[in-house]
DNA sequence: TCCTCGATGGCAGAGTAATC
DNA sequence: GATTACTCTGCCATCGAGGA
C-alpha cells in the first residue's frame, strides 16, 4: 500500500472514490460523476495507481470496496460532504436551514440588552443557527475580528471605531440609581449628593473611567467604596445598600424592572453611549455575516433606547 | 452461447511549461 | 506575447472475463 502523496492527489478522483463506493458499478458511478464508462474505469487506474491498492474487485455481485478502500471510506466521505457544505455555505445562506455557529463579542451590557430579543428572533427565522458569544477581555476585540476568530462585535467599543465597518444601532444615555438606603432631598440628584454618596463601579464600563476624568479636570472627585467586574451583582447590592451606581438608562431601567430602584439624570452633562456592531472586512460581503448583521440591526431592543437610522442602516467603512 | 460490464488501445482536445 | 512540445484527461471502439 502506497503511500499517498496529498500535494499529487487529484481530488476529482475522491468524487471517482465516492460514486465507486455508493454505486459499486463503474457505469453508474460514471454516470452519476459525469463521464464515460472507460473514463471512469481510467480514473481507477490512476486512484490505483495512487492508493497503491485495487480499491474495488469486480465479484459477482458487483464491484467490492477491499478492506483498504472500505477504511479509507468514511473519511473520504465525511471530506466531501465537508467540502460541499464549505462551499455551499460561502455561496449563500438559507437561515431556515443554515446550521452555522457565529462567534459575537458583546459586554454582559450589550449581551443583556441584545442576546434575548435576538435569541427569540433567532428560533423563529434560524433554528438551526448557533451563536457563541465570546468572554475574551476588550482589547483582544480587534484581533479576533481580524483573525475570524469572531464573526461581530456589538457594544460602545471605541476602540474598534477605525479600521472596521460598523453601523449604528442605538443610542442611550448615562443616569444614576440609588440603592434603596440611599437618601437624597429631592426628586433629582445634585451634585453635592453625588459626589457624597458612595460609588459603585463597574470596571469593564469604560465610560466610569471617563466620568472620573470629567469630574477631575472639574475639581471633583467621587468616592468609590466598591469596584465589580460585571454588572450582575448590581441588583442585590443596590437592594441591601446606600451605594448609587452610574449606568446607561437601559441596565438602569432593568434593575428597576428587577428589584425596584430610583433613578433619575446625573447632576452634569456626559456624551452619549453609542451602540454598534463591528465586523471585518473580510466579512462584509459574506453572506452568513450579512444576514446576521440585519437581523441585529432590525432588533427592537428596550423601551427607553433610542434607535439609530433606517432598519437596514447603512455600513460605514473608517479608516 | 449470449449478455453484462470492466479494461485497454488509439485518438483528440485542452492545459501547461519551456523557448524564443 | 506567440509558438511549440509535452502531459493529462476523456471518448469511441473493442477486447476479454465471468455469470446465467
Known amino acids: 500500500m502506497a503511500i499517498v502523496d496529498a500535494h499529487k492527489l487529484d481530488l476529482n478522483l475522491l468524487l471517482v472514490f465516492e460514486a465507486l463506493y455508493l454505486e459499486r458499478n463503474v457505469t453508474r458511478a460514471g454516470q452519476r460523476v459525469g463521464l464515460s464508462q472507460p473514463s471512469m474505469s481510467n480514473a481507477l487506474v490512476r486512484l490505483r495507481a495512487q492508493c497503491g491498492d485495487a480499491l474495488f474487485v469486480r465479484t459477482p455481485s458487483g464491484m467490492e470496496p477491499t478492506p483498504y478502500a472500505t477504511a479509507l471510506s468514511g473519511n473520504v466521505l465525511r471530506a466531501l460532504d465537508l467540502m460541499r457544505a464549505t462551499f455551499e455555505q460561502s455561496a449563500a445562506f438559507d437561515p ?9 463579542l458583546m459586554s454582559d ?54 479600521g472596521f465597518y460598523q453601523t449604528g444601532l442605538f443610542v442611550d444615555q448615562h443616569v444614576c440609581v440609588m440603592g434603596r438606603d440611599f437618601r437624597m432631598a429631592g ?14 463601579v463597574v470596571t469593564n464600563n469604560k465610560t466610569d473611567l471617563q466620568i472620573d476624568r470629567d469630574l477631575a479636570r472639574q475639581g471633583h472627585r467621587r468616592r468609590v ?54 465586523w471585518h472586512a473580510r466579512y462584509h460581503h459574506d453572506p452568513g ?6 437581523q441585529i440591526a432590525e432588533l427592537q431592543i ?10 437596514c442602516p447603512r455600513s460605514e467603512p473608517v479608516s
Open 109 to 162: 451590557f450589550s449581551q443583556f440588552l441584545v442576546l434575548p430579543p435576538l435569541m427569540a428572533r433567532l428560533k423563529q427565522v434560524a433554528p438551526r443557527v448557533r451563536l457563541d458569544v465570546s468572554a475574551m477581555d476588550r482589547d483582544q476585540y480587534r484581533a479576533a475580528l481580524e483573525s475570524g476568530e469572531a464573526d461581530l462585535a456589538v457594544g460602545h467599543l471605541q476602540e474598534l471605531q477605525s
Open 96 to 104: 431556515a436551514t443554515a446550521r452555522r455557529t457565529f462567534t459575537l
Open 302 to 311: 428596550g423601551a427607553t433606547l433610542r434607535k439609530i437610522g433606517s432598519p
Open 225 to 278: 467604596a466598591l469596584s465589580v467586574p460585571r454588572y450582575l451583582v448590581l441588583p442585590p447590592l443596590l437592594a441591601q445598600t446606600d451605594f448609587i451606581v452610574t449606568v446607561t438608562e437601559a441596565i438602569a431601567q432593568a434593575i428597576d424592572d428587577a428589584i425596584g430602584v430610583r433613578w433619575c439624570p446625573l447632576p452634569f452633562p456626559t456624551p452619549l453611549t453609542r451602540i454598534r456592531q463591528f
Open 289 to 294: 455575516n450579512s444576514w446576521l448583521r440585519q
Open 187 to 200: 426628586d433629582a440628584i445634585t451634585m453635592d449628593e453625588y459626589l457624597a454618596a458612595n460609588h459603585l
